[in-house]
């Protein structure tokens, strides 16, 4: 299903309209038609003076697309195809955009293939096109390899990547390869891990550089990270439509490295079908907030997470140094929300989000009990159809 759902995307328009109805406390998260237009009624409620739920900002809607408005439409280099785009990567200099026309569609599997190519930008360019710019659906930049790590490298600090859509080649959650290689009869843990890293994995975009913007972009299709934010601070993801990153035992929208005081902002986000759409390794240091996100639900996993000591194996309790997690919408009450699987190094805070859950428990956060003894801090929230805060 997935599959024709994916060929559609990459013919029609994907409109991602947000409507926030503040008539009656009710959750109504559904999809009209089909995923070319995901239109979600009631997003956020507001009780006694405050806001529980994701609510879009002045730059337009979450997930952006139509109504963005930090869009994108001519560049100092401006392409269409392969061709054009390889020559303007060689010229290309700090400060200035390269600009893909919104109708194309570049395919980089065979270069992958036989030179290992990467889409390398150095620090200060931008890589842009026109998602959501009168009907425009943006240029497709894609790869069917699955070795493909990443296609885009953001080789130093304050690139913006924004307005393409960039395809990968793993859409499925390949659950009888890890059932297979996760299995007594294979071995020991090395060798059940050799068997599953056996099948390559892929990473969208990588940056182990500061300040990487990504923004107005849809991802889908990476069987690592959409996002790989390896080390670097000051990252901010935005108005982006995330889904379908979801391999078993990996599949993540935003994911965290190793790197030295990682951290970034997470914000009016589009989420779904990702394993988990924001995941951290829980190294010391390593923070971000997530702010103003939809998370439609639809998970073989928690939809935000940060990996413990127990996960890496270092001998710590340490999940990350600062987590803050406010203002966003969960609306699948089978999927638990949050995941926080140690202890942070400062603390982790939860408020004024929406979950569609009927009450505060296991269901929605891992560690519970939440509180002082593991520093995760879940308060002023709202539960449930009706939106009942505790």
């Known amino acids: 299903m997935y599959n024709n759902m994916l060929q559609k995307k990459r013919i029609k328009f994907i409109s991602l309209t947000i409507f926030c109805v503040l008539i009656s406390y009710i959750f109504l998260f559904h999809a ?3 995923a070319e237009n995901i239109r979600i009624e009631k997003t956020f409620i507001e009780k006694n003076g405050q806001t529980y739920g994701a ?3 002045e730059n337009g809607p979450i997930g952006g697309g139509s109504g963005y408005k930090k869009i ?3 560049g100092h280099y401006n392409v269409k195809d392969l061709d054009g785009l390889l020559v303007a990567l060689k010229s290309v200099k700090e400060g200035e955009i390269i600009f893909i026309d919104g109708h194309a569609e570049i395919d980089f599997t065979n270069l992958i293939i036989t030179e290992k190519f990467q889409i390398k930008l150095p620090a200060g360019v931008t890589l842009a ?3 959501g710019y009168k009907g425009s659906e943006g240029a497709v930049i894609r790869s069917n390899n699955l070795a493909t790590s990443p296609l885009i490298n953001a080789l130093g600090s304050n690139i913006r990547i924004t307005g393409l859509r960039i395809i990968g080649p793993d859409p499925q959650p390949q659950l009888e390869h890890h059932k297979r290689c996760f299995n007594k009869q294979v071995g020991d843990r090395k060798a059940q891990s050799k068997c599953y890293y056996a099948l390559p994995n892929s990473d969208g975009i990588l940056t182990g550089h500061e300040a990487l913007e990504v923004d107005n972009c849809e991802l889908s299709g990476w069987s690592h990270a959409a996002i790989f ?4 601070n000051k990252h901010h993801i935005h108005h982006n439509y995330i889904h379908h990153n979801q391999r078993q035992g990996l599949g993540y929208g935003v994911s965290h490295g190793y790197g030295k005081n990682i951290s970034s902002l997470i914000e009016f986000n589009l989420f779904n079908y990702n394993r988990h759409s924001i995941a951290g390794t829980g ?3 390593l923070s971000y907030e997530a702010r103003n996100n939809i998370e439609l639900g639809d998970s073989l996993s928690h939809n935000f997470d940060m990996h413990g000591g127990k996960d890496r194996r270092d001998g710590t309790s340490i999940a990350g140094k600062l987590i803050l997690i406010h203002h966003n919408t969960f609306t699948n009450p089978k999927v638990r929300a949050i995941g926080i699987r140690g202890v942070p190094e400062e603390k982790a805070e939860i408020y004024n989000n929406w979950f569609a859950q009927d009450k505060p428990d296991k269901d929605v956060l891992i560690p519970w009990p939440a509180g ?3 520093k995760v801090f879940l ?12």
């Open 32 to 34: 009209i038609g089909s």
């Open 55 to 57: 609510k879009s900002d």
């Open 72 to 74: 994108i439409t001519k």
């Open 129 to 131: 096109s026109d998602r």
């Open 229 to 232: 934010l390896k080390d670097g």
């Open 283 to 285: 190294v010391p240091g």
């Open 372 to 374: 002082k003894e593991n």
């Open 379 to 390: 308060y002023n929230n709202a539960f449930g159809r009706t939106g009942l805060t505790e």
